[in-house]
């Protein structure tokens, strides 16, 4: 063990109890992980006449934490944060059921009894609550991405995926929901059932938009958690590559004539790198069925690293280190120490192209996705131009108008199943943003609305709504278009760019969007 000591001078000498600060410096005693360091305070009097006394303080201890130590806290909140969210959409679920019972008891009667108004206010109680439990998780997340950012645990593109969770979290409340809040406390007290009613029924909808998003956030979390294990495992095994090089550094510097302590402490040191290797390797074998579920290509690719020749050589000449060290062979040690030196950097290489590959496979299946979907929506736009053009020619009275209408409804279905799709899509990537779907409501309500002047033979009347739908969808396949380009900026696969190209230039101006679309 290294022993310091060192003076930590006091500003007011004539004082009583006071708070000192003081940093002091430890980067020098050359500390491993899991090393400890054992301190404590002597404080001394100015007594002059018979000479100064010593108080001492209770001894100290401070561990430094291994990478392991710091990825188990960091996932321990984690669970904690997943635990908290599906117990906040449980309850979600169970007091719009409550709402919904109220809502149909409040049409049952001309005036709210007393147990009907003291349930209507309990609910309003706990849907304060339930905002109250949304700032903690809030909460919860910041600390997440403190500890992150403190302890530089992942990689950036990680850290801003957990970033766009807390922003999430930070944007589940639609503002309307405080609005409506504050109009069904009103409603109670003037016992207006009406007001009462449809205040209700925007709240209830409120937590319908909650109880989705809730979702979604699980959806995403599980999904970069799966992300963040194999960054995770590819960190740990960097950091221990580093000490191990660090520690085969230290060993090609003894001889046969080094003293027997620096033996032991090499070992010791050994012995702490041996350790984490396993803790790596269980780790790894660990996480493949959870990466399964999103990649299994990855986990293919984990399970044969774990099983490979190079994880089988790295714990053999890890062992084979400690043992010499132990017999005090030093230059048996280098050899050993070397060859376990080169295996590890093997796998950490290996992992790094895990890794690396798994993102771009990701992205690929991402972009296939959102393609489909943007397929779909110029598809949708070209036959929307179609039925426009045909819209507009025919005469006033034309009985081919309900057949037009029901042109428009199969439009209509279509993009319903579209705005599916993208649904589903949204419950794996921040990607698909509010405004994208603000667009695509649009659009559906536009062609509702022509549809409905079409059937009451209103054809004039529905070619604005008709062009109104048609610019929605366009800037939704815009919208997507600039999403792809964000993934292929941020690391997507090859092979789009040009893809990509013909799609934003079809954007620029609304008719070729859908006569280039059409050629794709």
């Known amino acids: 063990p290294k022993i310091s000591m060192f003076n930590i001078d006091i ?7 006071q708070q000192i600060v003081t940093n002091w410096e430890i980067k020098d005693f050359g500390l491993m992980p899991e090393d400890e360091i054992h301190f404590h305070f002597e404080l001394y009097d100015n007594d ?16 430094i934490p291994s990478l392991n130590d710091l990825f188990l806290s960091y996932e321990s909140q984690e669970e904690e944060i997943i635990s908290t969210t599906e117990e906040s959409l449980s309850s979600i679920i169970k007091l719009n059921d409550k709402i919904k019972e109220a809502r149909l008891d409040l049409l049952k009667t001309e005036k709210p009894d007393w147990e009907q108004q003291q349930k209507t206010k309990e609910s309003l109680q706990k849907i304060q609550e339930q905002i109250e439990n949304f700032q903690k998780l809030n909460d919860k997340l910041n600390q997440l991405n403190s500890q992150g950012d403190k302890h530089d645990l992942f990689s950036d593109e990680m850290m801003n995926k957990f970033r766009d969770l807390q922003k999430m979290v ?17 409603a109670l007290d003037k016992l207006d059932i009406d007001d009462m009613i449809s205040a209700l029924d925007n709240i209830s909808n409120n937590l319908n938009h909650i109880e989705q998003e809730l979702d979604r956030f699980l ?8 992300e963040q294990k194999i960054d995770e495992i590819r960190k740990r095994l960097e950091q221990l590559v580093s000490n191990q090089d660090n520690l085969d550094q230290q060993i090609r510097s003894i001889n046969k ?15 702490i790198n041996e350790k984490e290797f396993a803790k790596i390797m269980k780790e790894m074998n660990k996480s493949i069925d959870g990466i399964k579920k999103f990649s299994r290509k990855t986990a293919q690719s984990l399970e044969g690293l774990s099983e490979s020749k190079d994880a089988e050589l790295s714990k053999q000449y890890l062992k084979e280190t400690v043992k010499n060290l132990d017999r005090q062979e030093p230059y048996q040690a280098m050899d050993a120490s070397y060859a376990g030196l080169q295996s590890m950097q093997s796998m950490q290489s290996s992992m790094n192209d895990i890794f690396s590959e798994f993102q771009k496979q990701t992205t690929r299946e991402m972009a296939k996705k959102f393609r489909g979907i943007l397929r779909d929506l110029l598809s949708i736009s070209k036959s929307q131009e179609l039925l426009e053009a045909e819209t507009s020619e025919i ?5 081919r108008q309900n057949t037009l209408a029901n042109q428009q409804q199969l439009l209509q279905d279509q993009l319903i199943k579209t705005m599916t799709k993208t649904m589903e899509l949204s419950k794996e990537t921040f990607l698909v943003t509010g405004e994208m779907g603000q667009k695509l409501g649009k659009a559906n309500a536009q062609m509702g609305a022509a549809k409905t002047k079409l059937a009451e033979r209103n054809s004039k009347g529905s070619l604005s709504n008709q062009s109104q739908a048609m610019i929605a969808l366009n800037e939704s396949a815009k919208s997507i ?3 792809i380009n964000k993934m292929q900026k941020d690391g997507s696969a090859s092979g789009y760019e040009e893809f990509l190209r013909q799609m934003e230039n079809m954007s620029t101006q609304q008719k070729s969007v859908n006569d280039q679309g059409m050629q794709l």
Do not use: C, H, Y
Request: charged share 30%.
């Open 48 to 63: 002059q006449i018979s000479g100064p006394k010593k108080q001492l303080s209770d001894t100290f201890i401070a561990k």
């Open 395 to 399: 005469p006033v009275n034309s009985p």
């Open 170 to 186: 930070e944007e589940i409340l639609p503002q309307e929901m405080f609005q409506d809040m504050e109009w069904m406390k009103e």
């Open 11 to 17: 500003p007011n000498k004539e004082g009583g109890q």
């Open 219 to 226: 959806d995403i979390f599980q999904r970069i958690k799966a």
């Open 257 to 271: 004539r080094t003293d027997p302590s620096v033996f032991k402490r090499l070992s010791q040191e050994q012995k």
């Open 481 to 483: 278009i600039q999403t």
